[in-house]
């Protein structure tokens, strides 16, 4: 074996090209966007970065915390307002934080966790909570050593 790096050619992508995105942000329809503005900012610490209103109504608010940003959207009611929000996915979010600490914050709020924070088998330390909406977000940070 030779210690001589890959010449770029050697290194090329293949083509066509695939898809790599940068970030992924999120789009949430909310039944009370005033309502899960609250929780999102006073239970688990994310900041608003921009209200959006119509005729003094709450329409959206863009929150974020770090470099996740959600988009909560408040919920016309085209499609029914009993229609069920959140089944069949998971918001991950990643801290460098001490995950213990951030669940614990989270509580002192008046938040409740679904889960507690437990080591995982992949080395990932994880508790998950249910928004308002049924939205589940899983919240990890790597396994403290």
Do not use: C, H
Not at 45 to 56: H, I, S
Not at 77 to 106: N, P
Not at 107 to 125: F, Y
């Amino acid at each position: 074996m030779s210690d001589t790096p890959a010449s770029p050619a050697a290194t090329r992508r293949s083509q066509p090209e695939t898809f790599r995105a940068r970030s992924l942000e999120v789009s949430l329809t909310v039944k009370d966007a005033e309502a899960s503005l609250v929780w999102y900012r006073d239970i688990l610490g994310f900041v608003v970065d921009r209200r959006y209103e119509r005729d003094g109504k709450l329409m959206a608010v863009s929150m974020k915390a770090g470099t996740v940003r959600l988009l909560l959207g408040q919920d016309d009611g085209a499609r029914g307002m009993d229609r069920v929000k959140g089944e069949g996915f998971s918001l991950m979010l990643t801290t460098g934080q001490i995950i213990d600490d951030v669940a614990q914050s989270i509580k002192a709020r008046g938040g409740s966790l679904m889960t507690e924070p437990a080591n995982m088998p992949w080395g990932s330390r994880v508790f998950r909570v249910l928004d308002p909406d049924g939205f589940k977000l899983v919240i990890s940070s790597e396994r403290p050593t």
